[in-house]
């Protein structure tokens, strides 16, 4: 199993330069095996291009490396406390893609104004405060994941109906059933707010979607009356 959440992991990582989410090697995708409670995470620094399945570093709960040989990313306790904290998702993907990004570094959410965010986010996708100075010299990457599950509790926002948070000054993190469709989410978060700043352009005014159309789209694909796409038999 530990095999192929490697080989997902590693996929999604290739995936990244491929989307047009990241340059250099601003990004990194993680997947966890919450039965054996182990999670995988990119090694920091290496090429998309040349990522390995077996260069995938698998680390316990406790942020213990169990199996590898580099470091892993700089931002694996950012992954840790957000997997901790939510046992329901089993991917998480970080970038830092233009539009989501600069949403983020300009201190602005994302409402849903239209659809497509719909199928993706059950609302707006928030805006997370900065670290303080004392969090960041503390421990500025678990304080990071640490704000943002703080943000999600104290708002009163399921993880699982708004996979996505960008951090002010900082960038979006995106999560999902496993790596990929974090991936897919971040896909999903960059092109909403591509939209978003676009339509703002052409008419400030713009009004976020109607709450029937938001829920009529964000359930039809999530949770127990979901009909889009093939049923599994």
Known sequence: ??????????????RLPKTGLVVLTWGNVSGIDRAQGIFGIKPSGVDYRKLEPSDI???DLDG???????NPSSDTKTHLELY???PEIGGITHTHSPAATSLAQSG??????GTSHAD??????????????????EDYEKNTGLAIVDHF????????HVPGVLQLHHAPFTWGKNACNSLD?????EMSARMAIDGLLINPGMEPIPGHILDKHFLRKHGPGAYYGQQES
């Open 57 to 59: 570093m698998l680390l």
């Open 153 to 160: 509790s104290r708002e009163g926002i399921n993880p699982v």
């Open 1 to 14: 199993m530990l095999e192929q959440l490697r080989e997902e992991i590693c996929e999604a990582n290739r």
């Open 120 to 137: 993706h986010f059950h609302g707006t996708v928030p805006l997370c405060r900065a670290l303080t100075p004392d969090e960041i010299a």
């Open 84 to 86: 901790r904290a939510w």
């Open 185 to 189: 989410n971040s896909i999903a978060l």
């Open 108 to 113: 602005r959410d994302l409402p849903c104004y």
């Open 64 to 70: 213990k490396v169990v199996e590898g040989e580099l």
